[in-house]
């Protein structure tokens, strides 16, 4: 019976020995993060930033902190490996925050930022987590400072006075041309009122020689018969 007892505690130590190591090599490192969800910014911004808050149990190690962008469908990784000029990423983990910042903001910029925050070095699936994702939107349209708008109008003015110009070149020889064609309309009416006039002169010459010549035929008198004796030229 002894034997046997001291054989039941071997296997009870054994078997807590194996929980206990179980108990500590299963990893339990969670992470949760919350970000706003809607984040709307004036035309006249040109930097904002976009903060994200976590909270961390069970983890050990730095985290690694992740920023995506989702636009128009597509989808790409912030500072990864490196930061550009136009995004830099700020974080904490003694304040549990992880903060994006944005510069030279432009409309473009307008999208979902989704957070991750993620410990490299723990297996767990609760360790790797992302945010629910803060809508961007930059209002209006670009606004031109007055640098910018000079360009605009001094080529606006050159257009203006290019198309009065050539609607002045237009109308001027429009005018012209009507006046020369009107010209030579009164010039040719002019010359065939000579002709129809010179020719109205001849004819009625024509008439008044023929109306003479005919009456003097007509008019001769008929007791006079031709005498013989004298030579007439007819």
Known sequence: MAPFNKCKVVLVLEFNWILYCVGHAVDTCKVTISQHPFKEVDHSVNTVNITCSFSVSGC????????????????????????????????????????????????NDSAIYICGIAFSNSDSHTSKQTGGGTILVKRGSEKYS??????????????????????????????????????????????????????????????????KRYAQDHHQPECLEPDDTIYQNR
């Open 60 to 107: 050990k190690g730095s985290p690694q902190m992740l920023w995506f962008r989702y636009r128009d469908f597509t989808h790409e990784a912030l500072c990864t490996p490196e930061c550009i000029e136009k995004f830099k990423v700020i974080g904490s983990l003694s304040d549990n925050s992880a903060l994006l910042q944005i510069n030279k903001l432009t409309v």
């Open 146 to 211: 007055t640098e910018e708008y000079i360009p605009m109008i001094v080529l606006s003015s050159l257009l203006f006075l290019y198309s009065t110009t050539i609607f002045a070149i237009f109308i001027f020889y429009k005018s012209k041309s009507k006046l020369v064609k009107k010209t030579r309309k009164e010039d040719e009416k002019g010359e065939h009122h000579k002709n129809m006039s010179g020719q109205t002169v001849c004819r009625a010459i024509v008439q008044e020689l023929y109306k």
